[in-house]
């Protein structure tokens, strides 16, 4: 049996460059993310995480207090891991991409839009446990 986190909306159709929305996934073994575009997308974006007590700034730069940084994915479509840093690019055509990542000792999860020109993205969250 699992328990499941109905799913979190964390942008819904933005279209500007930064960090939005957070999650806190401390409680839940399993997250998965789905990425989805309109408007002949083009952007990248890579996904943070922390495990600081306290929420931080996402949108800030990372230092001693404001402890984040960015974390791999593993793609569905194909099972391949994609770069910290490199993020999830989308070059004009619009596209639907779900994604993982390893949840060990996670507390935090966001995610920030970089390189755009021209799209309206939304990404969603699940989250489950075994039991």
């Known amino acids: 049996m699992r328990a499941w986190l109905d799913e979190v909306v964390l942008f819904n159709g933005v279209t500007a ?15 998965m993310l789905t990425l989805s575009s309109a408007s002949s997308a083009n952007f990248t974006i890579k996904f943070q995480w922390s495990f600081s007590d306290s929420k931080p700034d996402f949108s800030a730069a990372q230092t001693n207090t404001n402890r984040w940084d960015y974390i791999q994915v593993k793609d ?56």
Do not use: C, P
């Open 76 to 131: 569905y479509q194909n099972n391949s891991s994609i770069d910290w840093d490199t993020g999830i690019s989308f070059a004009g055509t619009d596209d639907v991409r779900m994604v993982e990542f390893n949840t060990n000792w996670l507390k935090w999860v966001s995610a920030t839009i970089t390189a755009r020109s021209a799209w309206a993205v939304s990404l969603r969250l699940v989250a489950f446990n075994n039991q």
């Open 17 to 31: 460059t930064g960090s939005y929305n957070w999650y806190k996934i401390d409680d839940w073994q399993h997250i």
